[in-house]
């Protein structure tokens, strides 16, 4: 396989490179954080219309620890953070992929700087720390409606079975 094939590769971004990675994307910028554990259509629908809100759709992954750290239980993820990263990289809407440990993406929020910051209709926008912080440099925040009926906690309930 040739190494054009694997360009969803480029957009792998470990948190040091990051600065250098940014200042390619087009603007605006919009980031997006998740854990994306078994990707399904509410993630993909989601990440579309996320980047749609911009020029760049950049990605802050949970990493493997700060997923657990959520309380979705002690067998998630499922997938771990290194197959998680490959598989959002190879969407057509994400154009960079970085991990954070925190519990939240705040750090990296900080480093990022995004014009536009989205989440799921599921989260309270205006209670999210990221919202007040996006907003101190001038960024917006908003959040995209929930696609109902996809949910990977439900999918993995109903897999179990």
Partial sequence: MSAAALTFL??????EELVQALA???????FTNGVFDILHRGHVT???????L????VLGLNSDASARGLGKGPDRPLNPEADRACVLA??????LVTLFDEPTPLGLLRRVRPDVYVKGGDYDIESLAETALVRSWGGQACAIPFVDGY????LVKRIRG
Avoid: F, I, M
Wanted: aromatic share 2%; net charge positive.
């Fill in 10 to 15: 480029d957009k792998l971004c470990p948190p």
């Fill in 24 to 30: 390619r994307l087009p603007r605006p910028l919009v």
């Fill in 46 to 52: 989601y990440l579309a219309q996320a980047r749609g």
């Fill in 54 to 57: 911009g020029g760049s759709l």
């Fill in 90 to 95: 190879a969407l057509e809407s994400v154009n």
């Fill in 151 to 154: 949910s990977t906690t439900a």
